[in-house]
Nanobody, 114 residues
Framework: QVQPVESGGGLVQAGGSLRLSCAAS????????IGWYRQAPGKQRELVAS???????NYADSVKGRFTISRDNAKNTVYLQMNNLKPEDTAVYYC????????WGQGTQVTVSS
């Protein structure tokens, strides 16, 4: 399996927005459920959003109503639109195919200032 590549992170003020992208080549990525995770300093990595091949989505309670996950299968890309960002959203964000043994990307840093 190919390692996904995340991009789009940065520094934003509270209340701002960012759009993350996750790209990978190959049919494994386009045919399976993809998840966006995040890991804050000193905390465990957590799943914040996922999207199936058929575009059924799920969200962690902490981001529901603020984050939107979407995918473009033709481009093998999954997006995470993050609105109304809060300082507690500060973390490294990763995407991954939700299959056992699937590789992690290098992550993209999101920092939200108060």
């Amino acid at each position: 399996q190919v390692q996904p590549v995340e991009s789009g992170g940065g520094l934003v003020q509270a209340g701002g927005s960012l759009r993350l992208s996750c790209a990978a080549s190959g049919s494994t990525f386009s045919k399976n459920t993809i998840g966006w995770y995040r890991q804050a300093p000193g905390k465990q990595r957590e799943l914040v959003a996922s999207i199936t091949r058929g575009r059924t989505t799920n969200y962690a309670d902490s981001v529901k109503g603020r984050f939107t996950i979407s995918r473009d299968n033709a481009k093998n890309t999954v997006y995470l639109q993050m609105n109304n960002l809060k300082p507690e959203d500060t973390a490294v964000y990763y995407c991954r195919v939700l299959l056992s043994g699937a590789p992690w990307g290098q992550g993209t840093q999101v920092t939200v200032s108060s």
